[in-house]
Nanobody, 118 residues
Framework: QVQLVESGGGLVQFGGSLRLSCAAS????????MRWYRQGPGKERELVAE????????NYADSVKGRFTISRDNVKKMVSLQMNSLKPEDTAVYYC???????????WGQGTQVTVSS
């Protein structure tokens, strides 16, 4: 059974930090590119950060560059998102996403709420 389980969300003040984690199971984690998406109130879901399966190359949305860092541990089958200097506009439900490099299979987590107060 495939599972992506996010944790680490919560309420934080402007300028604060949070670390999101996503624990994966049920598929070959090391062969999947991993992404974090978010969906704010009244907004479309957007890609925040991604990290490739091999080499760990990363890309970020312009809105989070320099503040967020994505990382992965292929042994523990986890992907994390370190979020610093948080702003109210970062308030959203954050989703973990996996996409198979070869299979193109896509999996989603259930999401974790991040709320940044001003």
């Amino acid at each position: 059974q495939v599972q992506l389980v996010e944790s680490g969300g919560g309420l934080v003040q402007f300028g604060g930090s949070l670390r999101l984690s996503c624990a994966a199971s049920g598929f070959t984690f090391s062969t999947y590119d991993m992404r974090w998406y978010r969906q704010g109130p009244g907004k479309e879901r957007e890609l925040v950060a991604e990290i490739t399966s091999i080499g760990g190359n990363t890309n970020y949305a312009d809105s989070v560059k320099g503040r967020f860092t994505i990382s992965r541990d292929n042994v523990k089958k986890m992907v994390s998102l370190q979020m610093n200097s948080l702003k109210p506009e970062d308030t959203a439900v954050y989703y973990c996403n996996a996409r198979g490099v070869i299979t193109k299979q896509v999996y989603w987590g259930q999401g974790t709420q991040v709320t940044v107060s001003s």
